[in-house]
């Protein structure tokens, strides 16, 4: 008998950056990065895993925003120039006489890892929700949805309809790319409040995953603790975020992804290099970025970065495969200490941020690979399952109400609302009452119902986690809040010409081709 499981899962997303061609948006690389370094060396390990025969499964929550983007056709011919340019560099790179052996060498690695991801992109002809869609349909992975634009929901919870507005728009557009209802929703940054769980359940979702002490200060207390999942009082499952799988792998400290053997993401040749060998890859306006080439390992904690010393895959690599044995050996662990509180099999629910794996921890897919891999071999230890089939096979918990929570600083709503960027949320609330008001009205003819749907889009861009993260992170705040503003002005702008009958048909237009995300909705949400 299987001592428990193990439930990995993983959430994808990007805010919705679509910027025209010329815009030079340093922004605009963060997809292009993702997918290289993180979507699709992903999706190599899953198919790899699949072809060897390994039984394995996992979660995969997919944002509406990273979806629309992938499948973006301008997107899309925009990361095949991205891909060439960043082969070309590295086999350059590779040749270049300047450069010492293991810089040659560490080119030439990246020069065929870049091919190696163009041709499984190609592959499936350049559609990667298809392919992890295919994925599914063989019951490797659940792919989950998130709220539209990633709104940060506790804290559009003074206006009801935003919140079931971003529920209602993701579970739509998840249909229209899966062909199905998602099982289950990521909230963003993890963020519940009590009454969430009615809108979830109204939406048809049967799960969804809070921070650890969400379960733990639940009333009554579950008897499991986080050891398996409670049915909240909307009948919707309630599933715990295991901070010590947590720690192992997010712990600046503790974590994995801190070990000296592996690459450092700080340390690029975009920021190094003499800017003549570079010149063609620099931005409009002549300012640098990430290349994606970089030659040094981390070294040590606190090393700064120029003492920094060579990297070497191979040796990062075995690192990797020492990491998740430990892994897997430590949740392996945890459920044996478990296995009394529960009338059902232990669960360590394991969530982390998909672009962890390969963006931020190069390492990072290797893991993956080596821990549903170690899984397999010791069957006996830990299975890995998604939520949904646990759900299927138990589906009886004890009912409990979550407390309010989230995966960030303190455990709650800080990062997202503070000095850095209040001022926001009271522009966001006036914009949420106006457009619940408008909602009530029915268009006079087709260009006015044309810009009902594109006020009510600019409103769910604005609502986007991301502007006040970023703001509070203190990186590109300039950005952020160009972006926030943008679409709130754009929204006002839009409500005025429908309350004075007078819509600008051509500004309109410009507006669709430029916020085209979610070309279905219906503003008649916001009722």
């Not at 805010?15 to 292009?32: K, V």
């Not at 079931?164 to 199905?180: D, N, S, Y």
């Not at 209802?181 to 519940?192: A, D, F, V």
Request: net charge neutral; with cysteine.
């Amino acid at each position: 008998m299987r001592q428990g499981y193990l439930a990995l899962v993983l959430h994808a997303h990007l805010p919705f950056i679509r910027h025209p061609p010329g815009d030079g948006a340093l922004e605009q690389q963060w997809l292009f990065q993702a997918m290289t370094e993180s979507y699709i060396p992903l999706l190599r390990v899953l198919e790899g895993l699949a072809q060897d025969g390994i039984d394995f499964q996992l979660t995969l929550g997919l944002s509406p925003t990273l979806v629309a983007m992938l499948r973006d056709p301008f997107l899309q011919q925009r990361y095949e120039a991205y891909l060439t340019r960043s082969i070309e560099l590295a086999a350059r790179e590779s040749r270049h006489g300047d450069r010492d052996a293991h810089r040659r060498s560490l080119a030439a690695h990246y020069a065929r890892e870049f091919r190696c991801i163009r041709a499984t992109w190609e592959s499936h002809n350049r559609d990667l929700v298809a392919a992890f869609r295919q994925l599914a349909a063989a019951d490797y992975l659940d792919i989950i949805t998130c709220a539209a634009t990633h709104g940060y929901l506790p804290l559009l919870r003074a206006h009801p309809e935003a919140v079931r507005a971003q529920i209602a728009v993701a579970c739509q557009h998840h249909w229209q790319h899966f062909g199905q209802r998602p099982s289950g929703i990521w909230l963003p940054e993890c963020g519940y409040y009590e009454g969430l769980e009615r809108v979830l359940a109204q939406a048809g979702l049967r799960y969804f995953i809070t921070e650890a002490h969400g379960l733990r200060h639940a009333r009554p207390q579950p008897p499991a603790g986080i050891a398996a999942p409670v049915l909240t009082p909307a009948g919707i499952a309630a599933f715990g975020r295991d901070p010590q799988a947590a720690a192992q792998v997010w712990s600046a400290q503790e974590g994995y992804p801190g070990d000296p053997a592996y690459r450092e993401f700080y340390k690029d040749w975009g920021w190094e290099a003499p800017e003549r060998d570079i010149a063609p890859y620099l931005l409009p306006d002549g300012s640098r970025q990430p290349l994606g080439l970089k030659y040094h390992r981390i070294t040590g904690r606190g090393v700064d970065l120029g003492a920094k010393a060579r990297y070497d895959p191979d040796r990062a690599q075995a690192r990797a495969a020492e990491h998740a044995r430990h892994f897997v050996g430590q949740r392996a662990r945890q459920l044996r200490q478990w296995h009394c509180s529960s009338p059902h099999p232990p669960l360590v629910v394991a969530p982390y941020d998909a672009e962890l794996f390969g963006h931020w921890w190069y390492e990072g897919p290797q893991f993956l690979d080596g821990v549903l891999r170690a899984c397999h071999r010791h069957a006996g230890g830990c299975r890995p399952i998604h939520l949904h089939d646990y759900l299927r096979a138990h589906p009886t918990h004890p009912v409990a109400q979550p407390a309010q929570s989230s995966w960030g600083e303190r455990g709650f709503h800080a990062r997202w609302l503070d000095g850095s960027n209040a001022w926001l949320h009271r522009h966001l609330h006036a914009a949420a009452e106006r457009a619940i008001t408008l909602a009530q009205h029915e268009p006079a003819d087709e260009l006015a119902q044309r810009a009902h749907n594109q006020a009510a889009r600019e409103l769910l861009l604005a609502q986007a986690s991301d502007w006040a993260f970023i703001l509070r992170a203190g990186t590109v705040t300039t950005y952020a809040e160009r972006r926030a503003r943008s679409h709130l002005q754009r929204f006002h702008k839009l409500a005025r010409d429908l309350q004075t009958e007078r819509v600008e048909k051509d500004w309109l237009a410009h507006l669709e081709a430029l916020d085209n995300l979610f070309p279905q909705l219906d503003y008649r949400i916001y009722r």
